[in-house]
């Protein structure tokens, strides 16, 4: 439901920036939803840059990894299982969009039966939670 608000609002909200939390022992970053979110906004449009990251003062990690056309952020500590936000951003106004999974990653089941139960029907690679959605689920 996450993506499927945040590509709706890239239509029409031409900046973001996606903040990917976890788990302070997951190796992988960003973890592959934020990634994802990142690479769906993409297919919208590459929000344009502010100040150009080649030409910061300080360390450029700090402004997290171009991914996509857009800054993704992974930020690891404990109590986070996943979360990931998408913030939009014009001038005087912001839009967040944020799905936490909570203390477990419970939250992930309901999806994963969705994706089951749909399988027989779907030919080759489907990815995104969102594009099943669209079909009635």
């Known amino acids: 439901m996450c993506q499927a608000g945040a590509l709706l609002?890239?239509?029409?909200?031409?900046?973001?920036?996606?903040?990917?939390?976890a788990s302070a022992d997951?190796?992988?970053?960003?973890?592959g939803t934020a990634r994802e979110m990142a690479e769906r906004l993409g297919e919208v449009r590459a929000p344009p840059?502010?100040?150009p990251i080649k030409d910061l003062h300080g360390p450029q990690e700090a402004r997290g990894a171009t991914i996509a056309g857009a800054q993704v952020h992974s930020i690891r500590l404990p109590s986070f299982v996943?979360?990931?936000e998408v913030i939009f951003g014009l001038p005087d106004e912001r839009l967040t969009i944020?799905?936490?999974a909570g203390g477990t990653p419970e939250p992930?089941?309901?999806g994963t039966l969705i994706a089951a139960r749909r399988a027989p029907e779907l030919?080759?690679?489907t990815r995104g939670l969102d594009r099943l959605l669209i079909d009635g689920e």
């Open 123 to 125: 030919i080759g690679l």
């Open 98 to 100: 944020r799905h936490d």
């Open 82 to 84: 996943v979360s990931t």
């Open 49 to 51: 840059f502010g100040y």
């Open 26 to 31: 997951k190796p992988d970053v960003p973890s």
């Open 108 to 110: 992930y089941v309901a």
């Open 9 to 21: 609002a890239a239509r029409h909200l031409p900046r973001w920036e996606v903040l990917d939390y």
